[in-house]
């Protein structure tokens, strides 16, 4: 710009040339600026995010309440089935699993717990999932606006409609038009809504695995109800005789072989006969097997004198007790069968249980009462469906049928 003003010289270029300049420095150094203002503001803004000495203690601190617990039963739906659980819509859904919930909490004899049921936009549409403990139990895919036409075996014509298993039990089924019921119902199919299936599986998820649900509150309930009725023998059990976690794991071992703890002073009875004995918890829920025994039994075949029952070979059945005594009694995890031995009695009882169910009777093993355990568990794996009863369980008033004998050589 001094250039401009010496005399001689072309004032007009130089004045233009420091004039450009000038203007380009002032919108470098008002970009600049503008970059500093605007992280100036972004780092005001965060700071005003952050609570002020002052309000830090108004400011509630993280606790045990952020954290979400775990549904214990939990129902996750598609966006579909979404009126089936909303009542102005109509949704019947909610009302059965009331239904369900008090039904199996007067069977098993305990309050089923509550039924957390949120809408899940990663499933499918129309499917559900069951979840116990935030695990996945079963999923399924159904259809709101059919109804499911089951086969229950034997029925006289076919449907049509989209063909599906029944969730629950794996039975062949039809999804039909609701039009379609009087036909179906005509040819022998049952047929139910949407809900009802739904509600259904439910059902047998939750009494398969009872065991699973009752814990410490339930089992502190029991033992209030007990009081009322018996309070001198509450008072005495708990935790003079056994603690409530021995207590538990009794109540636990009787559901998982689907045994209602409904009758808690005859449980409450032999466990405080017996416990003095033995604070094995096998050994206790042995002794409660047999003060039940009338009640497992009228489960399995109601009022019937008779009681079919399969039973092992008398050989197998030595070893078993010979491999018991030398593990120690009440040491059930010691009997192991040679892996071909127990292939082959695996077989056999599934041939016999098969001939069972094809004439309308239930599977029953009847063995000694030292192995009944360890059988239970054997034996379920194969056949979901088997009782296994001690000799000692059978009352006196059960006349008892042998229509087949398994072992390695049936």
Do not use: C
Not at 39 to 49: G, P
Not at 284 to 290: D, E, I, K
Not at 296 to 317: A, F, H, K
């Amino acid at each position: 710009a001094v250039m401009g003003l010496v005399p001689g010289m072309p004032h007009f270029s130089f004045l233009s040339m420091a004039a450009l300049a000038a203007g380009g420095a002032y919108l470098f150094w008002k970009k600049q600026n503008t970059v500093k203002v605007q992280a100036l503001q972004e780092v005001q803004r965060q700071q005003e995010l952050l609570p002020s000495p002052a309000r830090a203690q108004e400011t509630k601190e993280l606790g045990w309440d952020d954290v979400t617990p775990i549904d214990m039963i939990g129902l996750e739906v598609g966006y579909r089935l979404i009126p089936l659980v909303d009542r102005n819509q109509g949704g019947q859904l909610l009302a059965r699993i009331k239904g369900v919930r008090k039904k199996l909490s007067q069977d098993l004899g305990f309050l089923m717990p509550t039924v957390h049921i949120r809408d899940n936009l990663d499933l499918a549409p129309s499917a559900y999932r069951l979840t116990l403990m935030g695990v996945i139990l079963a999923e399924a895919e159904i259809y709101p606006d059919r109804e499911l036409a089951i086969n229950p075996g034997q029925v006289y014509g076919t449907l049509n409609g989209i063909n599906a298993k029944d969730p629950a039990f794996g039975l062949e089924a039809v999804w039909i038009e609701i039009s379609q019921r009087a036909q179906a119902q005509s040819l022998g199919y049952t047929v139910v809504d949407a809900s009802t299936v739904v509600a259904t599986h439910l059902n047998q998820i939750l009494y398969k695995h009872s065991s699973e649900l009752i814990g410490h509150e339930e089992v502190q309930q029991l033992m209030q109800l007990l009081a009322k009725s018996s309070p001198k023998l509450a008072e005495e059990l708990v935790p003079g005789v056994v603690s409530l976690s021995q207590l538990l794991k009794v109540l636990q071992a009787l559901l998982a072989e689907q045994v209602p703890v409904r009758d808690i002073r005859s449980i409450a009875e032999a466990i405080a006969n017996n416990a003095a004995k033995s604070q094995d918890t096998a050994a206790l829920v042995a002794a409660v097997r047999v003060g039940v025994s009338r009640a497992i039994v009228q489960s399995i075949v109601g009022t019937d004198s008779e009681l079919p029952v399969i039973t092992l070979e008398p050989r197998l059945e030595q070893i078993l007790l010979n491999s018991l005594q030398k593990a120690g009694q009440g040491s059930e995890e010691g009997v192991l069968l040679e892996p071909s031995m127990a292939e082959k009695l695996q077989r056999s009882l599934i041939e016999a249980a098969q001939r069972q169910e094809m004439q309308g009777q239930p599977v029953i093993l009847l063995v000694a009462g030292p192995v009944r355990a360890m059988l239970s568990r054997f034996g379920r794996l194969a056949v979901p469906g088997l009782h296994v009863l001690a000799y000692q369980e059978i009352p006196d008033n059960k006349q008892v049928t042998i229509v087949a004998t398994v072992g390695p050589n049936g």
